[in-house]
């Protein structure tokens, strides 16, 4: 599919919604369900999208009836400049705007928070696939260097947040099964009242997976309470725990995919195949984290929030046994000063955030899933620092600046306890200045336009210091590059029909990117400087109705167009200068249609399209384009037949057209094992159970 089809299909879906106004029967206008009151709390700013002048956008689980919830896959690919991919089941990797260069699997150079917590460990590391769907409400996902407030980081920022203005009193039941021995229990729980709200919830999930070798377990349970203790103070306390295991298959070469795209990956030379390895992840991870809010004036008020985080790691692969403990402690605090004179607003913003992490790596030989001779025992302390000020101002309602900065500094120390003499590596980075200005301007009501300049720093994490070679690097340099940012926001049909656009140009120096040795280990280079430009676009549609058996009708689109290029890189005797970055599609294209009946009936379809993926720096290897169609049919009681209670069932399927594609390619993997095949067409039902407590 060319870019003139992608640009067509957009333009046809946001115009053929348009239209439905006109030709569907009971429209009423005061009826239509809008869209645009979407509250954005990212960077403080805590007013309706349209009116931000960022790259923000927000999903809110409550509208999840779309999706298989087993995975945030789906869901997050929704989003204009997103891409999230599934190695295997309960192995993610997230990239905004190209950021997954860094992440050969998992999460990093995206900066997570949970309930003001910081996810994202002091190295750079984020198990983001610890969580569950019923671990939060709503998610902001930020577009760009968001480093002027949330410390180092050029791959966007991403909130997840428990509560809501339409908590209640209540117990949420879901199970789920489906293809490849798929079974899903979502349970949540609220309880209390508005002073003392509290979320406990369990999930659990197991898949045999499409591929040989892909088991999956993951239990995950969480008590997000919140206690308003006066009219000026709140506490909230947020708790997590997750203990997961899966396999990992491994990546396929090209023939071996073609003979069959099951098999795991085979046995090869010296090393055993990923079955025989026992290879797999075993993971526990605990957060916990109290946050203050304290109202000193109607105007002043302070945000702390205190937390501490610990992972267990056991990692068996076809080259080694890797064990990690990772403990960190972390703070955020933050003064906010709002006053309004005559017809100005005016916000100041003063902060700071610190994050220890004192981790402990062990890497032994594999014999057969068991730890045998210990190779490497490596202690690593790695902190950072950053205080960050902002101003923001709106004039007239009318006008909207904003100008924010921050100063950070990371310091890692590293001991290699099985050489003796012991001697400390050590690394600082330090006075990285992370500047950020925007500006946006209100055009008639719920219009506007905004354009915004941000620089961006990033050190190496932890995973790109001591990758899987097992080679200490202490002469990686960190990114740092300036983001420029011009888009716009409308708001039309009296707010049925929501649009936005967003051209970006990102000039990023001393990229970090991921490369692996003819064994498969990882390690990083700075591969110069990158040209990223891209397009996103936008469009979400809602129509609703009077006296008819149609209540709604929605359809949301989403189109990402992406030039990234290497400026210039220079690889011993080869120049890459030109190439395209791998891991990129070009393009891609999201279009997700829902429509509710009267009587409780649903219908949502979904589509994904992407273009081709160079997956090494060469270009000398593709990834070929697919398209998935998702659809899911179900029922949800518009009235409960007792007090309370609703009861909802649906039946869905995924990837009908039965594509055979790559979902998570392995970046410049050696010997050509680029392709970690995805689920082929499959299914899955479910059953869900709601009560309510009755209003007092």
């Known amino acids: 599919m060319n870019k003139t089809t992608c640009f067509l299909l957009l333009f046809l879906s946001v115009q053929m919604v348009s239209k439905a106004q006109d030709t569907l029967i009971g429209a009423a206008a005061d009826s239509a369900k809008t869209l645009g009151e979407v509250i954005i709390s990212a960077f403080e700013q805590h007013r309706i999208q349209v009116y931000c002048p960022i790259a923000v956008t927000q999903i809110n689980t409550a509208n999840a009836d779309r999706y298989n919830k087993t995975s945030l896959v789906s869901g997050m690919n929704t989003i204009a400049g997103v891409r999230m991919e599934e ?18 699997f998992g999460v990093r150079n995206v900066k997570v928070y ?19 769907f019923n671990n939060f ?8 260097p968001a480093g002027s407030m949330y ?25 789920v099964t489906g293809s490849y021995g798929l079974q899903n229990i979502l ?21 045999d997976g499409y591929r040989n070798h892909t088991y999956s377990r993951k239990d995950n349970v969480s008590l997000v309470t919140q206690l308003k203790h006066t009219d000026r103070q709140q506490l909230t306390g947020s708790f997590f725990y997750t203990d997961m295991f899966y396999e990992t298959p491994g990546g396929l070469t090209k023939t071996e995919w073609t003979a069959n795209p099951k098999q795991a990956r085979p046995a090869a030379g010296a090393f055993p195949s990923a079955d025989g390895a026992k290879a797999g992840i075993y993971q526990k991870t605990f957060i916990a984290g109290l946050t203050n809010v304290y109202n000193f004036t109607p105007e002043f008020k302070n945000t702390t929030t205190l937390s501490g985080s610990f992972a267990q790691v056991k990692n068996p692969t076809f080259r080694n046994y890797e064990r990690r403990i990772e403990p960190g402690p972390s703070g955020r605090t933050l003064f906010s000063y709002d006053k309004k004179i005559n017809t100005a607003k005016i916000q100041w913003v003063l902060g700071g955030e610190w994050q ?17 001779t210990i190779q490497t025992n490596d202690d690593i302390r790695y902190n950072n620092f ?29 001991r290699r306890l099985n050489v003796y003499p012991v001697q400390a590596q050590d690394v600082t980075y330090k006075n990285e200045w992370a500047p950020r200005l925007a500006l946006l301007k209100r055009i008639g009501n719920n219009n506007s336009v905004f354009a915004s300049v941000t620089r961006g720093f990033s050190p190496p994490g932890i995973s790109e210091l001591l990758p899987s070679t097992g080679i200490i690097t202490t002469n990686l340099q960190a990114e740092e590059g300036i983001n420029y940012e011009l888009g716009g926001r409308a708001s039309l049909l009296q707010n049925r029909l929501q649009l936005e656009a967003i051209g970006f140009y990102f000039n990023l120096n001393h990229a970090l990117v991921t490369r692996k040795d003819l064994s498969g280990a990882d390690y990083y280079v700075n591969a110069g400087n990158t040209k990223q430009r891209g397009i996103e676009c936008s469009a979400d549609y809602t129509q609703s109705f009077y006296h008819s058996f149609i209540k709604y009708f929605h359809v949301q689109s989403a189109f990402t167009l992406s030039d990234f290029t290497y400026g210039s890189y220079q690889k011993e005797n080869t120049s890459y ?26 219908v949502t379809a979904n589509w994904y399209s992407s273009a081709k993926i160079w997956l090494d720096d060469a270009n000398s290897a593709l990834a070929d384009p697919y398209h998935l169609l998702g659809v899911r049919i179900g029922w949800k009681q518009p009235q409960s037949f007792k007090a309370g209670i609703k009861l909802g069932i649906y039946a869905g399927a995924d990837n009908l057209l039965d594509e055979n594609y790559s979902l998570g390619n392995d970046i410049n993997a050696a010997g050509g094992r680029y392709y970690n095949p995805a689920p082929r067409r499959n299914y899955y039902v479910g059953l869900a159970v709601q009560w309510l407590a009755p209003a007092k």
Do not use: C, M
């Not at 410390?151 to 199970?175: C, D």
């Not at 981790?359 to 030989?365: A, E, I, L, R």
């Not at 279009?591 to 009936?601: E, K, P, R």
């Open 87 to 104: 190695r295997s089941p309960g192995s993610y990797r997230l990239s905004i705007r190209g950021s997954s260069l860094r992440s050969p």
């Open 114 to 132: 949970w309930n003001n917590i910081p996810v994202t460990d002091a190295g750079g590391n984020t198990y983001f696939n610890g969580f569950a």
């Open 137 to 144: 409400s709503t998610i902001e996902v930020f577009k760009g």
């Open 151 to 175: 410390g180092a980081g050029t791959g966007g920022l991403i909130l997840l947040n428990s509560f809501t203005n339409t908590w209640k009193p209540g117990v949420n039941a879901e199970y």
């Open 187 to 207: 349970l949540t729980a609220n309880v209390g009242q508005n002073n003392n709200r509290n979320i406990i919830t369990y999930a659990h999930n197991q898949s």
């Open 356 to 372: 220890e992490g004192y981790y402990n790596t062990q890497v032994s030989n594999n014999r057969k899933g068991v730890p045998d």
């Open 386 to 414: 950053s205080v960050f000020t902002q101003g923001d101002i709106s004039l007239n309602n009318d006008w909207f600046i904003t100008a924010g900065a921050s100063i950070n500094r990371a310091e890692v120390n590293f």
């Open 577 to 602: 200068n030109g190439n395209r970055l791998p891991g990129v599609p070009g393009h891609t294209l999201s279009i997700v249609a829902d429509l509710q009946s009267d009587a409780g009936y649903y």
